[in-house]
């Protein structure tokens, strides 16, 4: 998966981080896409992918730098550019999986976890309860009210997403008037007051109308295009495999014997772990 990474990311706040040639910049236009340069292959022949761009390459049209992460060595920082930056911006989708061309798999990962940044201080700049714009924390990633106090940290929204299976088949969808056409799995956020494994329940109930039991955790992912902490479980079906499909949502939810199923892990993603596993006979 994407986060699976060596070494991985140090995310510790360090505010004294200046910003030199060989750190990485993370420039974002709106949701969903991020600016890439043409990564060269190893030979220098041919282009190989995207890749972000380096503050040697885009300096002259940074107009503001705030310190991210590091992922070994390497330290990267969210920025803004002026209007002639001469890169482009690409779908985030796309540079994470794309099609024998995506970036590499830590870039894939900074993009993601910095396009997830990049959201909360666009979007979180007045104070909630007084309405005053927020300053920055010198000590910690969170912003702070200067008239009443309050503090504001990242916004992280707890998910889940669910490998649902009766004996020999998977409970398979795809999802409806999106770009993300391949197979998926049940998945959607935690509600107030819920357990998450209450959300396992109600979303398989809701988006397919089966009971499930055995709810079984299997692992989580960071997955910074929406947001969310994703967790990721297998269950048993309970009962009757007719499926009731939630059509405002989904465009097909079907039963899958193990065979029949042509999928290829993108390598990136728990949906694609988790369908991989069932093929290979793992649950
Ligand atoms: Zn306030």
Not at 143 to 159: D, H, L, Q, S, W
Request: net charge negative.
């Amino acid at each position: 998966m994407i986060q699976e990474i060596v070494p991985g990311l140090d995310n510790a706040y360090r505010p004294g981080e200046m910003i030199s040639d060989d750190c990485v910049c993370l420039a974002f236009a709106g949701r969903g896409s991020v600016m890439a340069v043409t990564r060269a292959a190893a030979d220098g022949s041919e282009p190989a992918g995207p890749a972000l761009p380096t503050y040697a390459q885009l300096k002259d049209h940074v107009t503001e730098s705030r310190y991210a992460f590091r992922i070994g060595t390497r330290r990267f920082f969210l920025v803004e550019t002026d209007d002639a930056a001469p890169f482009e911006y690409v779908n985030l989708h796309k540079f994470i999986r794309g099609d024998g061309d995506r970036a590499e798999k830590h870039e894939g990962f900074a993009a993601m976890t910095g396009h997830h940044l990049y959201l909360w201080y666009r979007d979180v700049r007045y104070c909630g309860r007084c309405s005053a714009e927020l300053v920055h924390s010198e000590t910690e990633r969170a912003k702070t009210c200067p008239v009443c106090g309050e503090t504001f940290y990242p916004r992280i929204a707890p998910a889940v997403i669910v490998a649902v299976h009766d004996g020999d088949r998977l409970l398979l969808t795809t999802y409806r008037g999106r770009e993300y056409k391949r197979f998926a799995l049940i998945a959607g956020f935690a509600e107030i007051g819920e357990t998450i494994e209450e959300t396992v329940r109600r979303e398989v109930m809701e988006e397919t109308g089966v009971r499930i039991k055995n709810i079984c955790y299997y692992k989580s992912q960071p997955w910074g295009m929406s947001g969310d902490l994703l967790m990721g479980f297998t269950a048993e079906l309970d009962g009757d495999p007719t499926i009731r499909m939630e059509e405002k949502e989904l465009a097909s939810a079907d039963w899958y014997r193990r065979d029949e199923i042509e999928f290829a892990d993108d390598g990136v993603s728990l949906t694609g772990e988790l369908i991989r596993r069932f093929k290979e006979g793992a649950f």
